[in-house]
């Protein structure tokens, strides 16, 4: 924030001794007004850190820099074209989307948020904790236009904030892909940075897929038999088999694992649809469990995925005025 002045009328002399011809001029003088600059401080102070339980802190403690790496690109099948997508693990099921807020002054004309520039997103969980998916459902807090950026940096604050009627949450239906991986890490195959977001007032390194869907989609894996310790013997020259793929947003990236069961003679890759391996006769599985795996080229062609408003709005200089921004 500029320094403001503020002029300050500090005295008014008029010169001379007398109101006779001696000094005629004197006596028209303008007052001389002495400017005071006065520096109002700029620094603001960082918020509280909020307490958090040995469960957060260990969750918090695995998306730590010693453990970024590169997310592999997958290979893939849909109906005899090759796909190409990004594992980010397991979620718990059932499946559920997070909160995540991003505070915002307001909304232009066309009913775009106007940013706070520079305000990261504020996440509700994070994985390795309760209702992880990677799928966010979006909350926009509508806050006051002299709000600073990254004063907000938990839900509670959030919270907090509406509750004084300081702000106002503005729900949406709309969900996005957003997984957070360990700060640091990296999309193979792809040059785009993560974004930083807020977890309980601690840092966090999210990638932004953008619209996705909930429901979970099949995803066939092939294997034979079972492993020492009983789990699918996953045939790894195989590249997994799905029936659907991204043909517009809200995109399937949620998928539900089957494993498809094949004998000692099978060849890897002869298989590649879902229809082949309906009439293969090969048993497949219920699903065993849920991952999210974006997908983002077919036969080679990257997918158009749009962005967050996150990050599509994130240095919005809009030529709307906003609609008034302060809750009533």
């Known amino acids: 924030?500029?320094?403001?002045?503020?002029?300050?009328?500090?005295?008014?002399?008029?010169a001379g001794t007398s109101l006779g011809a001696q000094q005629p001029a004197q006596q028209n003088a303008a007052p001389k007004l002495?400017?005071?600059?006065?520096?109002?401080?700029?620094?603001?102070?960082?918020?509280?850190?909020?307490?958090?339980?040995?469960?957060?802190?260990?969750?918090?403690?695995?998306?730590?820099?010693?453990?970024?790496?590169?997310?592999?690109?997958?290979?893939?099948?849909?109906?005899d074209r090759q796909l190409q997508y990004y594992d980010f693990g397991v979620i718990a099921q059932p499946v559920t989307a997070g909160r995540v807020i991003w505070p915002i002054h307001g909304f232009d004309a066309a009913?775009?948020?106007?940013?706070?520039?520079?305000?990261?997103?504020?996440?509700?969980?994070?994985?390795g904790l309760p209702g992880y998916s990677g799928v966010w459902r979006l909350t926009y807090l509508v806050t006051a236009d002299h709000v600073q950026p990254n004063v907000i940096r938990d839900a509670a604050s959030a919270e907090a904030q509406v509750r004084s009627r300081r702000a106002a949450f503005h729900e949406t239906?709309?969900?996005?892909?957003?997984?957070?991986?360990?700060?640091?890490?990296?999309?193979?195959?792809?040059?785009?940075?993560?974004?930083?977001?807020?977890y309980e007032g601690r840092d966090v390194q999210f990638f932004d897929f953008g619209p996705a869907s909930l429901g979970p989609v099949s995803l066939l894996v092939i294997a034979r038999g079972?492993?020492?310790?009983?789990?699918?013997?996953?045939?790894?020259?195989?590249a997994n088999i799905a029936d659907t793929v991204p043909a517009g947003p809200p995109f399937p990236d949620i998928w539900n694992i089957q494993v498809v069961e094949v004998d000692s003679s099978y060849v890897a890759n002869t298989l590649k649809s879902v229809a082949a391996v309906r009439s293969s006769g090969f048993l497949v599985g219920s699903p065993s469990s849920v991952r999210n795996c974006p997908v983002v080229a077919v036969d080679g062609s990257r997918l158009q995925r749009a962005a967050s408003p996150v990050r599509e709005f994130a240095d919005l200089r809009s030529p709307f005025p906003p609609v008034p921004t302060r809750p009533q």
């Open 111 to 127: 009913g775009h948020p106007v940013a706070i520039r520079g305000q990261r997103p504020v996440f509700s969980t994070i994985p």
């Open 173 to 198: 239906n709309l969900t996005f892909n957003l997984p957070i991986v360990a700060r640091g890490s990296s999309l193979a195959g792809d040059t785009a940075s993560g974004m930083l977001g807020w």
């Open 226 to 238: 079972l492993d020492a310790q009983g789990a699918p013997n996953i045939v790894h020259e195989q």
């Open 34 to 79: 002495v400017a005071q600059k006065r520096t109002i401080p700029t620094t603001i102070p960082e918020p509280p850190m909020p307490s958090i339980s040995p469960e957060q802190q260990l969750a918090l403690d695995e998306l730590s820099s010693r453990f970024a790496a590169p997310v592999e690109l997958h290979q893939g099948w849909f109906r």
């Open 1 to 14: 924030m500029n320094a403001v002045l503020r002029y300050v009328v500090v005295g008014l002399v008029l």
